[in-house]
């Protein structure tokens, strides 16, 4: 059962224009959350992430946005650059900080901007 | 250089053979983690270390065995017993469960 879900596979957008990927979750016990940016054949690197006690977190020209009660997180690109093509999971953790654990993953959303 | 090393990149293995990756990471880290990768799954999760001497089943854990006799090191086997083995495998490593570094990973190929 997938408890992190990114619906979209694939996302196109014109560079400069922002870029908005979603994803969403099940568990309500997720305190942490996290997105990785894979380009083919190459592991994923770490990207952004948020605490659950935050609502947004920015670094650079990303933000990601939580919001608790509609399980629902986003990632903001702005501005989109060709170099931002990949694939962008979206990843979760129960009891952050822990050595117990894991990550949960969804299944990535294709971003391609085009110039 | 600290990170971690999946080798080799690319892989065959006959059918019936069982195939050892290797991961190696020098960054300290308690956690380690196998992952496979194939077109439309996203990551899935096959086995996953918290400690030396100590291992868990991951969602996808029937077919594949693994080992944690040092810290640094955490090698995956592929057996027989996997019936669709042909996918990209991505090993990681973490202090606690939060940011996890990934290895470049191993295209494994059943020819």
């Known amino acids: 059962d997938q408890q992190v879900k990114q619906n979209s596979p694939s996302l196109s957008v014109q560079e400069g224009r922002i870029s908005i990927l979603n994803c969403d979750y099940t568990?309500?016990?997720?305190?942490?959350f996290l997105w990785y940016k894979k380009y083919p054949a190459e592991g994923p690197t770490f990207l952004i992430s948020?605490?659950?006690?935050?609502d947004k977190n920015e670094d650079g020209r990303f933000t990601v946005f939580l919001n608790k009660s509609a399980k629902h997180l986003s990632l903001h690109i702005v501005p989109s650059q060709p170099g931002d093509s990949a694939v962008y999971f979206c990843a979760a953790s129960l009891d952050r900080g822990s050595t117990l654990g894991r990550l949960y993953f969804g299944r990535g959303t294709q971003l391609t901007v085009w110039p | 250089d600290g990170g971690i090393t999946q080798s080799p990149k690319y892989l065959f293995r006959k059918e019936g053979q069982n195939v050892t990756l290797s991961c190696e990471q020098n960054l300290n880290h308690d956690a380690m983690y196998w992952y496979r990768q194939d077109p439309g799954q996203g990551l899935r999760l096959i086995y996953y270390?918290?400690?030396?001497?100590?291992?868990q089943k991951g969602d996808i854990a029937e077919g594949y065995s693994v080992s944690r006799e040092k810290k640094e090191s955490f090698p995956l086997t592929v057996t027989s017993a996997q019936k669709n083995p042909t996918a990209f495998y991505l090993c990681?490593?973490?202090?606690?469960?939060?940011?996890?570094?990934f290895g470049q990973g191993t295209r494994l190929t059943v020819v």
């Open positions: 948020i605490s659950s006690i935050k």
């Open positions: 990681a490593s973490s202090p606690s469960n939060t940011e996890a570094f």
């Open positions: 270390s918290q400690i030396v001497n100590d291992f």
């Open positions: 568990n309500s016990m997720f305190d942490y």
